[in-house]
């Protein structure tokens, strides 16, 4: 495929959507072919899948089938809009992907790495991001971050332990995945940050 696909992770509240939308900005200004979209979501259908996830009603909701429900978005995602982006030669800026499920599902809900790695190699067909930025903040301010902002998902609804764990479950990921992650501080200013993933991302597509 002609296209490049970069994925923006990061535990809630780490500014991936504030850091996305100056991207959005600098490729304006650039000219650059792109396509942004988010996880879970990003089609009709995934988003369909992303209401039944995040749904506060959804407190019942078994921790393999949340898992699955990812996956299948992802999968649905990945027909729909990212290959057809990537076929034709676009930067693709994905607000989560893969290691979202691996940090959330595998770490700090205990269904283990290894095993929804393979679930998601089985849904993506071993599709994998070109590049990764880890925007990590201490997972306290990150929290702090959303509360003042708006009603909390089902996820979000989770204790300061479990954000906690997946703050170090990226932590652990990144080495793993060296030859396509970046870890960018996300405490910096909005600014600073900015600078900091717009370099990373330059390099890569130039
Ligand atoms: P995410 O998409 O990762 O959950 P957001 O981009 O929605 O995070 O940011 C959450 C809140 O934190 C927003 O109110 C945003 O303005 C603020 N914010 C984002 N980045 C920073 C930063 N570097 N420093 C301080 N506040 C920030
Ligand atoms: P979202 O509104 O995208 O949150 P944020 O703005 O913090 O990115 O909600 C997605 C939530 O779903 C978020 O808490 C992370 C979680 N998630 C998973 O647990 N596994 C996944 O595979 C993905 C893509 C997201």
Redesign the pocket.
Known sequence: MKGIFISIEGN??SG??TIINNIKESFKENNIKSLFS???GGSYVAEKIRQV??DTDNLAMDDVTEALL?AASRRQHLKETIIPALEEGCVVIC??YID??LA??GYARGLGVDEVYNMNMFATKGLMPDLTIYLLVDPEVGLARKTHQKEL?R??LEGNSFHKKVYDAYLSLAPRFKDRVVIINGEESIEEVTKKVLEVIYNKIK
């Open positions: 809630d509240g991936k959507s988010r996880e879970p996830i995040l990812y607000d989560r979202s499920s959330y599902q998902d996820l979000e």
